[in-house]
């Protein structure tokens, strides 16, 4: 399954729902999760954005209320540029099945993300040292099972 990352690009928090449970996402924080619940949030939020209204009640995006959940967003151009906001699809990463829960797939997701930011730090690190930093040296991968048993 591919990930992707939510941006709530908004300045108000956003609330998704998938299987009856909510997620809620800060203004402004972005998420890695599996693509289709990305896809269900950004969609939804996209919504919601096109449907805001100011202080006197007018919609703030003209129109808005026309373009929400279109069959062909492509030919929709308000709703494709506010989706693209909350969407980035990540061609590398695959985890997990829509079945597995949805807290555990987002925590892995930002985890794996985290992890490879940390380990791409330490390979440039280690191509360009600075003599005055400390230097960080990773410990071998073992695969167990490709050791032969004595």
Known sequence: M???????WTNEDF??????KGKTISAGK??????YLAK???KHLTNRELLRTDDKGNLVYKNGDKFTS???????PLFTEL???????????????????????IDSANK??????????VVEEQKNPDPL??????????????????
């Open 2 to 8: 591919k990930t992707a990352l939510f941006t709530n």
């Open 70 to 76: 279109p069959k062909k967003p492509e030919q929709v």
């Open 15 to 20: 609330t998704g729902y998938w299987d009856g």
């Open 133 to 150: 930093k400390p230097q960080t040296v990773l410990s071998p991968d073992f695969d167990n099972e490709d050791e032969e048993e004595e």
């Open 83 to 105: 989706f693209n906001k909350a969407y980035k699809s990540d061609e590398t990463e695959e985890m997990g099945t829509e079945k597995d829960d949805i807290d555990a797939l």
């Open 112 to 121: 794996n993300k985290q992890e490879k930011s940390l380990k791409d730090q």
């Open 40 to 42: 269900h949030f950004a």
């Open 30 to 35: 972005s998420l890695w999760m599996p693509d």
